[in-house]
């Protein structure tokens, strides 16, 4: 039979508590609003500093969280998976996406107006944001 391995993977122990936003007092996520998000130092992947604040009764937290538990507090919908938005900020890998570059879109939308729409094409101009995160993940979103 063959021998069972003797250690388990090294790196588990490196990585910080991986703890659910969560108001003790009140024992439940329902009331609690995200204060402020910062890289952890030394930088891990997916892994921020959170503060919160439960608005039920008023305690405030701050810890160590994963992108992920942030994200179910946050719970913003329409946001891509991985991606966090906080404020304007938008965060990738536990880390704020720094802007690439700035694009000018052309799109074309169908207006109907009045009581017989007529089918005309409208062009208009959109201004957009690349944002980059040192993954190599981009995504564009309107500025
Ligand atoms: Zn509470
Ligand atoms: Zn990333």
């Known amino acids: 039979m063959p021998a069972q391995p003797a250690s388990r993977v090294p790196d588990e122990a490196q990585q910080p508590p991986d ?7 009140c024992d439940t996520d329902q009331h ?12 891990l992947p997916n892994v921020v500093d959170v503060t919160y604040e439960c608005n039920a009764c008023r305690y405030s937290y701050e810890h160590t969280a994963s992108i992920q538990r942030v994200a179910l507090v946050l719970n913003r919908p329409g946001v891509t998976p991985g991606v966090l938005q906080f404020g304007g900020q938008f965060l990738h890998c536990g880390e ?8 000018l879109r052309r799109i074309q939308c169908l207006l109907a107006l009045g009581p017989r729409p007529s089918e005309q094409l409208y ?5 957009t944001r690349i944002l980059g995160c040192h993954c190599g993940f981009r995504m564009e979103i309107p500025d």
Do not use: A, F, R
Request: include cysteine; hydrophobic fraction near 20%; aromatic fraction near 6%.
């Open 19 to 25: 703890e659910p936003l969560w108001c003790k007092h």
């Open 123 to 127: 062009e208009t101009c959109i201004n």
């Open 32 to 43: 609690l609003s995200v204060d402020s998000i910062q890289s952890h130092y030394p930088p």
């Open 96 to 103: 704020p996406m720094k802007t690439q570059s700035h694009e």
